[in-house]
T-cell receptor
Framework: NAGVTQTPKFQVLKTGQSMTLQCAQD?????MYWYRQDPGMGLRLIYY???????DKGEVPNGYNVSRLNKREFSLRLESAAPSQTSVYFC???????????FGPGTRLTVL | KNQVEQSPQSLIILEGKNCTLQ??????????LRWYKQDTGRGPVSLTI?????NTKSNGRYTATLDADTKQSSLHITASQLSDSASYIC?????????????FGAGTRLAVHP
């Protein structure tokens, strides 16, 4: 089992460019999440999908959109990247009685 | 406001020594508390999960304690190894339908030196 995979691992964008971060899980979890991690701060939830076909905003959704393509895949799109979106992005999936979350390896994004 | 605060921010210890990391939270109601280990350049990995009714849980050399009355948790690492060098993150799940909206501390960065 690969667990949670993310692509790409690294990306550099110019201000105003768009891109999509891809995430897939093979644990048959219903819930999937996108977080960003900035220096000195805890992970912050951008969007989540409690089940296939549903998505909801988290703490910091502005500037992002998501798509739950199927049960396995959950993508994050930046329509017009800004330097404030420079961060490390983590995808996670959750399951079990406590909805334990399993994280992918992260995407390091720099917006110039 | 629901918050999770961790101390110290960073810590350096010698290989073989023990250490204790602290977590204070103001989340209420509270469902469970988790500790994650995050190696540099990797995603967080779960170490322990404790419900409000549990006061200790171990995972090998890692032992987490929870005092729900004082809203404090600690993570004790015994006989540290170089591979323990990582950030340790305390995470609280709110009790009111908050399973999808975890609250993360900023982490304690631990460096184990030979």
């Amino acid at each position: 089992n690969a667990g949670v995979t993310q692509t790409p691992k690294f990306q550099v964008l110019k201000t105003g460019q768009s891109m999509t971060l891809q995430c897939a899980q093979d644990m048959n979890h219903n819930s999937m999440y996108w977080y960003r991690q900035d220096p000195g701060m805890g992970l912050r939830l951008i969007y989540y999908s409690a089940s296939e076909g549903t998505t909801d905003k988290g703490e910091v959704p502005n500037g992002y959109n998501v798509s739950r393509l199927n049960k396995r895949e959950f993508s994050l799109r930046l329509e017009s990247a800004a330097p404030s979106q420079t961060s490390v992005y983590f995808c996670a999936s959750g399951g079990g009685p406590y909805n334990e979350q399993f994280f992918g390896p992260g995407t390091r994004l720099t917006v110039l | 406001k629901n918050q999770v605060e961790q101390s110290p921010q960073s810590l350096i210890i010698l290989e073989g020594k023990n250490c204790t990391l602290q977590c204070n939270y103001t989340v209420s109601p509270f469902s469970n508390l988790r500790w994650y280990k995050q190696d540099t350049g990797r995603g967080p990995v779960s170490l322990t999960i404790m419900t409000f009714s549990e006061n200790t849980k171990s995972n090998g050399r890692y032992t987490a304690t929870l005092d729900a009355d004082t809203k404090q948790s600690s993570l004790h690492i015994t006989a540290s190894q170089l591979s323990d060098s990582a950030s340790y993150i305390c995470v609280v799940t709110p009790g009111s339908g908050g399973y999808n909206k975890l609250i993360f501390g900023a982490g304690t960065r631990l460096a184990v030196h030979p």
